[in-house]
Structures are given as structure tokens and as C-alpha cells.
């Protein structure tokens, strides 16, 4: 077993998406990713069930193993029962344990995953608030959104009697007790430590690449920037 | 495989006694859905619902964004359930797909690999000192209205029915991939055909349409929308269900999970700003209501009150077609009765011929 497939071994997503694929291709067929991208999940199995290293390496330094939206869409279609989507979230995790996903457009994307929804969660308890999404990063909320944003206080409090604040509620502000739990979860959990991974990373690439680090204008060049050589 | 074959595909779903876990799209999209839903299970239904102020974020968006590793989102999973236990509830009710999907695959990962559960069963209680009970009844909120329907079609104001043609509404029904494709048998009717939301549309005197791409997937891919450089991703397959169901000509699409509305919603806002393309009758977009709205519009709750001003495709020709009375001035007023001004104008509103999506025969 090379070493690659023993790391991802230890990953139950891994153990449960991969049992002995035939390479028929239905994956493929239904995948919103494959229909979009240049992106062919029955080859990705296909490479990973052979078990090379030096293959595999490759795919986990790769813009390949980014593409997939884990929709699951493969999961009930397919009939030996694999789960490419389980294989993807096994591979990105190693990836970003092993400092690879840089090495990739796609993949230095996680550190705006990481900044906006991670640092969400932290501080908000949320994967989103409205504060957050502001219209300028996303036009594509439209107008009544940027109506919402503006008027905040006059539309969620008549749907909430505790928009950011404490109590019960939607859009309740989390009390610092249950953050501060949250916080812990993520520090015995290995939550707070990939986290770090993500931004040490980040870090050196940038620096890598010619930015001051992994700031404000590396940050929106990774949001923004597509190569367009994806299709 | 028949359509029948959706009765194959049935789960209990508890009567009463509910513990109530948010999500965190619908909350900020749809706040109306779940004030809606909260009062319709406690008020109309006279069920027990509990919101509890203590729960978070199951964390699922960054968990399938895959910046939160199995092993944090298992143990805030187990948090939730420890809240459940010590608030007295054994039911878990879930308002979010992507959670639903979540609490279903951990409950299973752990059955299968318990070497999981015990792991978390100790970083749980050694983060934060508790200890949990898995529920004995987890369902979505759309499967508690779904269990209910027939209750609820009894207490109904309104049906789902044209008033200008008597006619039944048609309606294009998105259950969203996590509800089912992850474990078929935990939605009803599974990934195939899927019935939790055409059971309630049926009941309540509409009509399905069945498409092509029925089941192909809202377009929200997670990190293809969360950065922006990715977003090409999300409104082509959101362009793709709309161009496959615009020629059976829908008079609205209702979506269960909050994610996929609010994709179908604003997806049709952009897709008309940037080539003039709209979807529904008479140039406009094609209304997009969440199923609490559709169950509040059917118990005679006003639209207002349901925030579907909150839409970006205005929802007034249904609620005509539908015979609603509402007042249209009541759109734009906040808290207290205060004007607070209109949204800037789109296309996707705008009855345009100019705009209007030809349908190819």
C-alpha cells in the first residue's frame, strides 16, 4: 500500500466512498461539476483505486480534486455502492493537512472559505449572518438584498424578537458561553488546528508568489481570480 | 421503478415534542419560514416546539466547504444532541437540508465505525463537560408538515388552486440533494421520487410538474459559490433547472431547503440582468416560496407577515392567481408600520416582452 492510501485510509469518508469501482461512468453522468467543468469523477476513482503515489500526489496538488460541489449526487447512483463525493472530502482534507492544496488555483481558495466561514462560525456561532454578505461581494443577491441590508433592523425584527441579541430566536446573538464551547469543540477536535494549517500555508505560498503574505490583497485575489482554464 | 414507488421510501416522523434546530441560510433569507413554521406547529397544530437559545450552527456549510474536519462537526453534532437531552426532548427537527443531511450520515458513520462515536463521545465531554443521547426521532421540518398535511388541509384558508381558471397551480417541487441522496431512506420517497413536498402540494389542491432535470441539483456546489471566482459553476446548473422546467410553464417553484430557494431566487434576478432572460409567464421570474410559505399562504397567513418581501421575484401574480388579499403598499414596511422605501428595480420583475423567455417547442 503506498503511503498516500494509507493516510487516506485512516479517513472513514475514504473506507466508506471506496469499495471496488468498475469504472462504468454513471458518476460521472449525473455530476453538476462534470457538466460544468472539465472535471470526470470515474477517472479521479480511477486513479486513486490504482493507488500510485506519485498519481495521487498529484491529484492532491491539483485544481482536479476542487471542482466537485458535494451534492451526492453520485452517492445513490452508483451501482457498487462507491461515493466519489466521500472520496473528494478525503482527499481535500489530506491536501490541506499536507500543505498541497496551494499548489493549486482552486485549492489556495480555501483560505477564503476558511476567512468567511470559518471565522463566521468562531465568532457568530453561524456559518452566515446578514452583516456579512455584503452586496459588494455579492451583486449577484440582488436588489431586494441590498434593501434588506440597508433597512436590517426594520425587517428581521419583525421576524425575530432578538435579532443580535442574546435569547431565542433567529439571528439571536450566541451568548459568549456557547462560543466559548464552540471554541473548545474546535480545539480538541483538530477544528482550530487545520485552521491554522489553512493560514500557515497560505502564508508561505503568498510570500511565494511574490505578495507581503497572506493578506488582504492575496485574500481577494484567491475570491476573485479565475484562470478561466478550467473548462 | 414507478412513481408509486415513493410509498417504499416512509420513515416515522414523531406526532409531538419537538426540538427545534435552526439553519443558518433559512434565518437569514427566509426568518419569515421559520417564524412561520414555529407558529404553525405550536398555534395551529398546537404541538410542542422547543427553540432552544443554547444551540449554534451545526457547522455544515464550512464542514462540506471543507475548512471543519469530520471530527469538529461530529462532536458539535453531539453538542446539539446533548442540549436535546438536557432540555427534556427526544425528537430532533432540523430546518436546514444540509444539516438534515449531516445529522443523517453522522448517526449512520457512528452505527457503522463506532470507534467515531466513542471518539466523540469523549471530545465532547472534553470540551465542554456534556454527555449525549442520540435522538430517538430526527426528521426535517418539511417532514413534520408533511406528517401533518392532511391537518393542515383541513384548517385551510386557501388552496393551491388558479382562481381565474379553477384549474390546480402547477408546481415544480426541489427537495435538494442532501435530503436524500446521501440516505435515500431517510427522505420520503427518496432521491428517486421524491414525495415530502408533492404530498403537500397534492393535499392542498396543486399539481406537480414533473421536468427533466427534476433532480438535478440547485447549483450551490458549496465552495462554488462561496468564493466568487467559482459562481459560473452555481448559476449554470441553476440556469439548467430553470431552462428544463420553463416550458411546462410553473406557476411557482417550492424548495426544502433554504439554500436551494434562495439559489433559484436570486440566480433568476442575475441570469435576467446579464442576458434578459426570464423564466416564468408574462416575462417575469418565476416565483420561488419556501414550503413554510406555502403552508402559511394555505392557512391564511399574509404574505408580508411570511417575509416573502424578501424575495427578489416578486410573489404578487401567484398570490392573484392564488385569490390572496393582500396589501400591496404593506410590502415595504418595517417593524411598526414604518416605510422604509422599495427595492431598486430588475428585469427579472419587470414584464418585459423584451425579456420574455421563448420557450422552444
Known amino acids: 500500500m503506498g503511503k498516500y492510501i494509507e493516510m487516506l485510509s485512516e479517513d472513514v469518508r475514504f473506507k466508506e466512498g471506496l469499495k471496488a469501482c468498475m469504472n462504468c461512468g454513471v458518476c460521472t453522468a449525473v455530476c453538476p461539476a462534470a ?34 460541489g458535494e451534492c451526492m449526487s453520485c452517492r445513490p447512483r452508483c451501482p457498487r455502492g462507491n ?9 481535500r482534507t489530506l491536501s490541506q493537512r499536507l500543505g498541497l492544496f496551494v499548489e493549486s488555483e482552486k485549492g489556495r481558495q480555501q483560505l477564503a ?9 468562531l465568532s457568530t456561532g453561524y456559518c452566515l449572518v446578514p452583516k456579512h454578505i455584503k452586496p459588494a461581494m455579492h451583486p449577484e443577491q440582488g436588489t431586494v438584498w441590498e434593501w434588506i441590508v440597508e433597512h436590517d433592523q426594520d425587517i428581521y425584527t419583525k421576524f425575530t424578537p432578538s435579532y443580535c441579541k442574546v435569547g431565542a430566536g433567529a439571528l439571536r446573538k450566541t451568548s459568549d458561553e456557547t462560543l466559548a464551547e464552540l471554541e473548545r469543540i474546535f480545539e480538541v477536535t483538530g477544528g ?6 489553512i493560514e500557515q500555508h497560505s502564508e508561505r505560498k503568498a510570500r511565494e508568489m511574490g505578495y507581503e503574505g497572506a493578506d488582504e490583497k492575496y485574500f481577494m485575489d484567491v475570491y476573485t481570480h479565475n484562470s478561466n482554464q478550467h473548462y | 421503478m414507478k412513481r408509486s414507488s ?56 464550512g464542514y462540506h ?23 427534556g426532548y427526544e425528537n430532533f427537527t432540523s430546518s436546514c437540508i444540509t444539516s438534515f443531511g449531516i445529522y443523517t450520515e453522522l448517526l449512520a458513520t457512528w452505527e457503522e465505525f463506532p470507534e467515531t462515536e466513542e471518539r466523540t463521545r469523549e471530545n465532547l465531554y472534553k470540551a465542554t463537560g456534556r454527555e449525549f443521547t442520540k435522538p430517538k426521532n430526527l426528521a426535517h421540518t418539511s417532514d413534520v408538515i408533511f406528517h401533518h398535511r392532511k391537518e393542515i388541509g383541513q384548517k385551510a384558508k386557501r388552496k393551491l388552486i388558479n382562481t381565474y381558471t379553477g384549474e390546480p397551480l402547477k408546481v ?31 393535499e392542498w389542491g396543486g399539481e406537480i410538474v414533473d421536468y427533466p432535470e427534476r433532480r438535478h441539483c440547485c447549483g450551490f456546489g458549496f465552495r462554488n459559490y462561496l468564493v466568487q471566482a467559482n459562481r459560473g459553476y452555481s448559476i449554470a446548473n441553476s440556469h439548467r433547472k430553470l431552462e428544463s422546467m420553463a416550458p411546462f410553464k410553473p406557476d411557482f417553484i417550492v424548495t426544502n431547503c433554504p439554500g436551494c430557494s434562495m439559489f433559484l431566487d436570486k440566480w433568476q434576478y442575475t441570469i435576467a440582468e446579464m442576458e434578459g432572460t426570464t423564466f416564468g409567464q408574462n416575462g417575469c421570474g418565476i416565483p420561488v416560496l419556501t414550503y413554510e410559505e406555502m403552508a402559511g399562504l394555505v392557512l391564511g397567513y399574509d404574505p408580508w407577515e411570511l417575509g416573502m418581501q424578501m424575495h427578489q421575484v416578486d410573489v404578487e401574480p401567484l398570490l392573484d ?6 396589501d400591496p403598499s404593506a410590502k415595504y414596511l418595517g417593524v411598526n408600520g414604518k416605510y422604509i422605501g422599495k427595492p431598486k428595480k430588475a428585469i427579472v420583475n419587470s414584464r418585459s416582452k423584451e425579456t420574455l423567455y421563448r420557450i422552444k417547442r
Not at chain 2, 435538494?176 to 403537500?200: D, Q, R, T
Not at chain 2, 392567481?321 to 393582500?326: A, C, N, R, S
Open chain 2, 172 to 202: 415544480v417541487e426541489h427537495i435538494g440533494c442532501h435530503y436524500a441522496k446521501i440516505f435515500p431512506k431517510s427522505g420520503i420517497g427518496g432521491s428517486e421520487f421524491p414525495y415530502v413536498l408533492a404530498g403537500m402540494v397534492e
Open chain 1, 35 to 68: 457538466s460544468f467543468y472539465n472535471y470526470d469523477p470515474r477517472q479521479l476513482i480511477s486513479i486513486v483505486q490504482r493507488g500510485e503515489d506519485e498519481d495521487i500526489e498529484a491529484l492532491l496538488k491539483s485544481d482536479t480534486i476542487w471542482y466537485c
Open chain 2, 321 to 326: 392567481k392564488m385569490g390572496v388579499e393582500y
Open chain 2, 65 to 87: 466547504g471543507d475548512i471543519v474536519p469530520l471530527e469538529t462537526i461530529m462532536t458539535v453534532v453531539a453538542r446539539q444532541f446533548a442540549l436535546m437531552s438536557e432540555a
Open chain 1, 192 to 197: 482550530k488546528a487545520l485552521f491554522e494549517a
Open chain 1, 113 to 121: 472559505i476558511k476567512r468567511t466561514i470559518g471565522d463566521n462560525i
Open chain 2, 6 to 61: 415513493w410509498t417504499d421510501y416512509q420513515k416515522e416522523i414523531a406526532d409531538n415534542n419537538y426540538y427545534y434546530a435552526r439553519s443558518c441560510i433559512r434565518q437569514n433569507f427566509f426568518p419569515g419560514s421559520e417564524k412561520a413554521f414555529l407558529n404553525i406547529l405550536s398555534k395551529d397544530l398546537g404541538r410542542d416546539i422547543y427553540d432552544d437559545p443554547l444551540h449554534t450552527s451545526c457547522t455544515g456549510i
Open chain 1, 83 to 91: 461515493t466519489p463525493g466521500y472520496i473528494i472530502q478525503a482527499l
